[in-house]
């Protein structure tokens, strides 16, 4: 049962404390506790409950806040209950009205709360919480009264970033043929014994397994450098016959009166994992190839892919393939799949998109070599965006000066989603994700954006009253600084302001 209560939150002078006191209003996590929508979800969210009677489920701020706090602290689930009990600006964070010193929900329901918050929730969330965060650190002048353009008028403004990159997921080693067919028959194993456990007052003898002599022929290969390539797939072949024994073993323990139901859920899709292992692994021995649809590089986590995509020192990675936009140093996740495409399809949608979400076209699009297609070039062309990058065809012999300092720009300006993806990698989880289901890592993965775009539009809002406290010491024209006016740009018109007393100001 899920029991709705006020989202909107305790205000901060009044949350309670057992001996007096009160928050700081100018706090971190209050001032991002502001920013974000809580009670534009809570209706969605309260459809993971049935109506019927039962304990009330933790509301959606409790939820989404703990899932926040544990993304832009960095900590496990158990650390990030630990440290929400110890600090009364998380409880109030999370929706808390008072202060407590006893956990407030156990380390456990943080699996639920991935569970039932969807990445498409979570991607809702992101793109409310960013349009209230530009509406705050837009300027609006008095001149600006005018009526608004209509839709099909406005001019294209703004600049869109497009680029892809893989979510690299937490496997235990480096994913081979021979590893993987040596983990699926240490499983089976432990299936034969479970079963045979179960009729053994049937069974005289219990089925051999040679797993002994197995681990040995592993041992023996494995511990090669550089093992020749017949000799590998001597020893694949060895592997596979051990698996296909085990698995012979388990279907006549099966028709001799052995349930699966002595085994446990997750036993029985390892099981299941396991049987689809060897098919695979013996259609591409016989085929001599290693590429297959839907091929499995984990047993706990069947739905990781191999994603290859040609980095220096990394040429594969296993995870997710995301699809990403920015923009005034937002980024959005587009895009999120497990198995691996094309990202120049989705150029036509995240241009829409950004329409969809700002009212007009971007005036260009900056992406890499495999977006600038000749259809999305000739697209773009239709609607009067520029699309960086050079043209397709033969290049020319001569190139102005003019056109190489634009290519020069662009090429800068791309390198902000770049930068985006190194955040979230090496600030964020981004670069290993810990969760091992398929629909909580990718609730994991967009609360990651979700939390980069609350970093960056909290600190707008503060160099937003700086820019404006700066205009009020100068004795200058307050002069309002959007969101976009970052970097360099930003610290030039600061140190403009403050010339009038020859100072400067640096961060």
Known sequence: MYRKVGQGGTPPESFEFPHGGKLASDHRWVRMAQLIPWSEFEVEYAQNFADSM???????????????????????????????????????FIGLSFYSNEIPFDAS??????????????????????KKIREATTPHSEGDRSEPEEPSERKNQGKLLLHATCASADIITYPTDIGIIDRARLQTEKSVDILYESIKHLCNKKPRTYRNKAHKDYLAITKQRRAAHSKKRTALKKQLQYLKRTLAHIARLIELGATLDNMSNQQYKLLLVCQEVYRQQVWMYEHK??????????????????????????????????????????????????????????????????????????????????????????????RGIRMSGPALGRPPAHVSKEKKKQAQDDERVRQAIEGKFGQAKRRFNLDRVMTKLDNTSQTTIAITFLVMNLVAGFRRLLLLFLCQFSSIITGSRAEMITAYDLGCEFKEKLNLLAGLSERSISF
């Open 289 to 382: 190839t290693n590429k297959i649809s839907a091929r499995i590089v984990s047993l706990t986590q069947p739905h990781i892919r191999p994603i290859v995509r040609g980095k220096a020192g990394k040429n594969t990675e296993f995870g997710a393939k995301l699809s990403a936009s920015s923009f005034e140093g937002y980024v959005f996740l587009d895009r999120i799949s497990w198995d691996n495409f094309n990202e120049s399809g989705d150029l036509i949608a995240q241009v829409q998109a950004f329409k969809e979400f700002t009212g007009h076209y971007p005036e260009s699009v900056h992406a890499d070599q495999i977006y600038r297609t000749r259809s999305n070039r000739a697209w773009c062309k239709e």
């Open 109 to 130: 329901l943080l699996v639920h709360f991935r569970q039932r918050i969807s990445v498409n929730l979570v991607n809702k969330v992101n793109q409310q919480m960013v």
């Open 54 to 92: 039962g304990a009330p489920a933790k509301s959606f701020r409790m939820a989404l806040g703990a899932l926040i706090i544990k993304e832009k602290l960095g900590t496990s689930d158990r650390e990030t209950v630990e440290q929400i009990r110890e600090n009364p600006y998380l409880q109030y």
